[in-house]
């Protein structure tokens, strides 16, 4: 089974986890992590990503 079917097909309760773990590590590392907004335009999710690598590079 291919792994985005796997996670998808968890549940609620467990992409809620997965969602509180991510915000736990940007909160405690925020230079490390970076949150994209992925409900925008596929142009504008582009973009965000370009400006974190941007701020890595």
Do not use: K, M, N
């Not at 809620?16 to 596929?42: G, K, N, Y």
């Amino acid at each position: 089974q291919h792994v985005a079917d796997r996670i998808g097909s968890e549940g609620v309760e467990f992409q809620d986890r997965v969602a509180e773990t991510f915000d736990s590590l940007v909160e405690s590392d925020p230079e490390r992590f970076a949150v994209i907004d992925a409900s925008q335009t596929s142009d504008a999710v582009v973009q965000a990503v370009l400006r974190e690598v941007q701020r890595w590079l």
